[in-house]
């Protein structure tokens, strides 16, 4: 069974730094590319923050998150990760991490609240 546990969310005040940890079981990362969402408060649709491909480790970010936020992986570990800095009250959401093919298969998330 395919398993992805996101954690490493909290309240935390605006300009500190998180880093989100997307621990996968039943499947290697190493085969995929890795995707991160965000839920927004009131939204239904997840947005998409960032991915990282298969093989290249080449990576990819939202336009609202580029330059603050970073994706990396640790195959070793079957885990993918994302660096948050400056983070800003616009970045308060529910994340999660997927495999970047269908079906998307979602863990719980993890909520990161962000204060002014």
């Known amino acids: 069974q395919v398993q992805l546990v996101e954690s490493g969310g909290g309240v935390v005040q605006a300009g500190v730094s998180l880093r989100l940890t997307c621990e996968a079981s039943?499947?290697?990362?190493?085969?995929?590319?890795m995707d991160w969402f965000r839920r927004k408060p009131g939204n239904q649709a997840r947005e998409w923050v960032a991915?990282?491909?298969?093989?290249?480790?080449?990576?990819h970010y939202a336009g609202s998150v580029k330059g603050r936020f970073t994706i990396s992986r640790d195959d070793a570990k079957n885990t993918v990760y994302l660096q948050m800095n400056n983070l800003q009250p616009d970045d308060t959401a529910v994340y999660y991490c997927?495999?970047?093919?269908?079906?998307?298969?979602w863990g719980q998330g993890t909520q990161v609240t962000v204060s002014s």
């Open positions: 991915q990282i491909m298969k093989s290249s480790n080449v990576t």
């Open positions: 997927c495999f970047a093919v269908p079906p998307n298969i």
């Open positions: 039943g499947r290697s990362v190493s085969d995929y590319s």
